[in-house]
C-alpha cells in the first residue's frame, strides 16, 4: 500500500473512530469542543469535527489531535459513567451541562484492557499507521458489502419472503427521504446490495429499525455488535467477503422443496 492509500485508510478509520465515540456515548456535536475549551486541553471547532466525521478533512493541524487526545486520556483516568473524579468535577465548575453529560456517559476510545489512545497513538490512527481499537473500526470493505446486504435481507425478514414483510419493515425504517426508503425496500427484496459507503451510512437507522420492530431495545445492540451479527449472518448463508459466495445450485434447492411438500 502506497502513502495514499495508507492516509486514506486512515481518514475513513477516524471518521468511524469519531463517530463511534459520539455514538457510544451519545454526545452531541458540541461535547468534545466544549470540553476542550472548558478544560484548557487545545482547540477544536465543531465544523472540525463534522469533517473528521464524514471523512473530509484531509489536513487537521496539530491542535485538533492535542484536544482530541488530551480529552481521551482524561476520560480514561478520571471519568467513568457516573462517577466523575473530583478533579474534574472541579475543572468543570463552570460547565455543569458538561458535568450532566459526562455522568451520563464518558467512555474513552480505548479496547478493554488496552493503553488509551492519546494525541500521538490518534495522529498515527488518522495517517494510516496505527489501527483504531476494534470496537472503534467499523470500516467495511467493498467486496464484503453484497453479502452484508444479503445477511441483512435475511436477518430483518427472518427469512421470509419479502412480501410477507414489506409492509411492517418499510413502516419501521425510519427513514423518510424517498430514494433511501426505495433503495432499503431495493435491497430487503433482492434486487440490488448496498455499497459499502451506503452500508456505513446506514448502520444507525438499520439498528433503528430493529429497536422499532421491537427486536431489540433501544440502543442495546451498538455498531459494532451489529455488524459482527452481520457478518455471522453471512458466514452461515455460505457468503464470504472476498467473493459473492458459492453459486446456489438453484434446480437442487427446488427439487428439495418439491419433495418436502409432495
Known amino acids: 500500500m502506497g502513502y495514499r492509500e ?15 465515540w459520539h455514538e457510544r456515548n451519545g454526545w452531541s456535536h458540541r461535547v468534545l469542543p466544549a470540553l476542550a475549551e472548558a478544560l484548557d486541553l487545545g482547540r477544536i471547532h465543531g465544523s472540525q469535527l ?8 484531509a489536513s487537521p493541524g496539530p491542535e485538533v489531535f492535542l484536544a482530541l487526545g488530551r ?6 483516568a478520571d471519568g467513568r459513567a457516573g462517577e466523575l473524579g473530583e478533579g474534574l468535577r472541579l475543572q468543570l465548575v463552570d460547565s455543569p451541562e458538561l458535568v450532566t453529560t459526562l455522568e451520563a456517559s464518558a467512555l474513552p476510545v480505548q479496547d478493554e484492557g488496552a493503553p488509551v489512545l492519546g494525541p500521538g ?28 446486504s444479503a445477511a441483512l435481507a435475511q436477518l430483518l425478514t427472518a427469512g421470509r419472503p419479502w412480501r410477507l414483510c414489506r409492509d411492517q419493515l418499510m413502516e419501521a425504517y425510519p427513514v423518510e427521504k424517498r430514494q433511501r426508503r426505495q433503495r432499503f425496500a431495493e435491497v430487503m427484496a433482492g434486487q440490488r446490495d448496498f455499497s459499502a459507503a451506503e ?20 440502543g442495546e445492540l451498538e455498531a459494532d455488535q451489529f455488524l459482527e451479527v452481520l457478518r455471522r449472518q453471512a458466514a ?10 458459492a453459486q446456489l445450485d438453484l434446480a437442487a434447492a427446488i427439487r428439495q422443496q418439491l419433495k418436502d411438500h409432495r
Open 121 to 148: 497513538e490518534l495522529l498515527e490512527v488518522f495517517v494510516g499507521l496505527r489501527q483504531p481499537p476494534q470496537a472503534f473500526d467499523l470500516r467495511i470493505a467493498d467486496a464484503e458489502a453484497g453479502p452484508l
Open 50 to 57: 463534522s469533517m473528521l466525521r464524514n471523512g473530509k478533512l
Open 6 to 20: 495508507e492516509l486514506a485508510s486512515g481518514r475513513v478509520a477516524f471518521a468511524h473512530l469519531i463517530k463511534v
Open 71 to 76: 480529552i481521551n486520556q482524561l476520560l480514561a
Open 236 to 245: 452461515d448463508l455460505g457468503l464470504s467477503g472476498g467473493a459473492a459466495g
Open 199 to 218: 452500508l456505513d451510512s446506514e448502520l444507525a437507522d438499520l439498528r433503528r429499525t430493529l429497536a422499532r420492530l421491537g427486536a431489540t431495545g433501544e
